[in-house]
């Protein structure tokens, strides 16, 4: 799921310079803050044995042979993985509201991120207040600034403490309650780093989440020459699911076709994986264009993708494009997608700071929307049939029959073979959720709707500042527009002239022809169907 890459720019590039691009998006620029230029490079690690792919024969010895090699690939030492163990973006700060609180879920733990105008902090909580165990994500921000619940009204500071019991007496044990330790919420680390705000989801890991920096984006994200673009959408299908995707750039020319890929331009994609362990894997290819992957558990895929182009005037340009998402673990079968991505070549049509960058953020989400939409049916599809083979036996495990189960012959998939290998060595072939009854409730994928799988409006709008602001200015556009079109059409028949009377219908009408098209793109915000058979 490539998202946020080049759309238009690939087609016209691809085509007149016949330079093959297996995926790229379309880039929304919105900056991010500087950072400290001494940052540990991103592809540093020694080399050891690829990962081995399957092979293209149904041979029973060579296939064992496979499966043993994919069950011993020999591995860099390092600690053991703990899922908790590790900060956690839930968001792009520009995408939360500071003046109300968010709800969110890491891990299946529910939790309210808020932003303390006091200490000009954005903080994280566990999502009930210790009263009456109402939701605080459904409070407010109170007068001094503090988390209020809206339940009893109960009000706390950013370090968690209690600051106000409406209820209290003024003197005798009751004044003294909103003191005690049980009337604090339970506060998480946080920290904001490049646009993102991450969250340790371990209330009692303070020491260790302030000795660890969370992932960073590369150095180029910062560079004047890269425009970038920044996009988050949840999504309903699971963790180990939208992880695989995002490992397998070789969908992109089918599941995106005419959006960020082609058909015709599909071939080989000879990938080697040049070291793994429990901190996740990195590899490339020998081919051009040269694309460089990095998987950082638990949650964070990077890919670099560099072209050499030759134009006309300019003459050979080296082009870069980065693909950075981080797939958040919130609940079983519910995912998260941040993706962060840059490039440095045709900036001018990508939205941004510079005066002549004109495209709205909202607008380039429309493509990146497509991108989503283009996998979403399918992934669930492929959930369902994991699932069912998952429920033959207690102790099945998809990550070790996965070479059973699907027929990987080409080295294209050799990073969701890691990307397996990783989750069922290291990861303990699944999260590690918060609760012992998130397990037995239905994945979202086997009981929602096609329309309920692509909703937009839930899952993208709701959680983008542009896409939001975007919306509620369609629908006040859209209601303008129908007025005028009643006004119009109502005084048309009112002067004695008729030129007079044939103008006011005219504007009748193409107030009208206006209101609908608008209705029509309204509609990218909320749900677009996608088939993609339609797609010639």
């Known amino acids: 799921m490539s998202v946020v890459l080049v759309s238009s720019a690939s087609a016209t590039l691809t085509k007149s310079n016949s330079i093959k691009i297996p995926f790229l998006s379309s880039p929304n620029s919105a900056k991010f803050p500087s950072v400290s230029p001494q940052r540990s490079k991103l592809f540093d690690s020694s080399l050891s044995v690829a990962a081995p792919p399957s092979v293209p024969t ?5 296939e064992s042979r496979i499966e043993d090699e994919y069950g011993g690939e020999k591995e860099e030492e390092g600690s053991e993985f703990k899922w908790r163990d590790h900060w956690y973006p839930v968001s792009l700060v520009e995408d939360l509201d500071p003046n109300s609180p968010t709800r969110f879920q890491l891990l299946g733990r529910d ?29 407010r921000l109170d007068e001094n600034g503090h988390l209020q619940c809206s339940y009893h009204g109960w009000s706390f500071a950013g370090c968690g403490s209690c600051t106000r019991i409406p209820q209290a007496a003024t003197s005798g044990p009751e004044a003294r309650a909103v003191k005690s330790p ?20 371990d209330e009692n890991g303070w020491d260790r989440a302030n000795s660890i920096e ?22 309903f299908y699971g963790y180990d699911t939208l992880m695989e995707n995002v490992s397998d750039p070789s969908h992109i020319d089918f599941a ?11 071939k080989p994609l000879p990938f080697k994986v040049e070291s793994s362990g429990p901190w996740g894997f990195q590899g490339a290819n020998d081919d051009s264009p040269k694309i460089t992957a990095k998987f950082v558990a638990p949650c964070y895929s990077l890919n670099k993708i560099e072209i050499d182009a030759k134009l006309p005037i300019v003459g050979n340009q080296k082009w870069v494009i980065w693909i950075c998402s981080f797939n958040i673990p919130m609940a ?26 004109v495209v709205p953020r909202w607008y380039e989400h429309w493509t990146s929307n497509l991108v989503y939409d283009g996998d979403m049916i399918v992934l669930q599809g492929q959930e369902k049939v994991f699932l069912s083979k998952s429920m033959e036996s207690p102790d099945y ?32 072939s699944q999260p590690e959720w918060f609760g012992s009854t998130a397990a037995n409730q239905p994945l979202p994928s086997t009981v929602l709707t096609k329309r309920e799988m692509m909703d937009r409006f839930e899952q993208h709008t709701q959680v983008c500042s542009s896409c939001k602001g975007a919306y509620k200015g369609f629908q006040i556009l859209k209601k303008f527009l129908v007025g005028t079109t009643v006004f119009f059409g109502a005084t048309a028949g009112f002067p004695s002239d008729v030129q007079t009377r044939l103008v006011l219908a005219g504007l009748a009408l193409i107030s009208a022809a206006s209101a609908y098209a608008l209705h029509e793109k309204e509609k990218n915000f909320v749900f677009r169907d996608y088939v993609h058979s339609e797609i010639e």
């Open 111 to 139: 939790l309210v991120l808020w932003f303390d105008r006091n200490d000009q902090k954005w903080a994280a909580f566990d999502d009930l207040c210790p009263h009456r165990l109402a939701p605080l994500s459904e409070g």
């Open 256 to 266: 995106h076709h005419k959006v960020t890929g082609r058909r015709d331009r599909a």
């Open 182 to 201: 049980r009337a604090c919420a339970i506060k998480f680390p946080t920290m904001v780093s490049q646009g993102l705000l991450f969250v340790w989801p």
């Open 58 to 62: 149904s041979d029973p010895a060579e």
């Open 397 to 428: 495990d998809v990550n070790k029959q996965y070479t059973k189960l699907t027929f990987t012959p080409t080295q294209a998939d050799r990073f969701v073979l890691a990307f397996r290998n990783w989750l069922r060595k290291h990861g303990k």
């Open 332 to 357: 079983p079968g519910k995912t998260r997608s941040i993706v962060c991505s840059a490039r440095n070549f045709f900036q001018f049509s990508v939205p941004g700071p510079a005066w002549w960058q």
């Open 214 to 235: 969370p992932p960073r984006l590369p150095d180029d994200f910062d560079k004047p020459e890269f425009s970038t673009v920044t996009i988050q959408r949840d999504l």
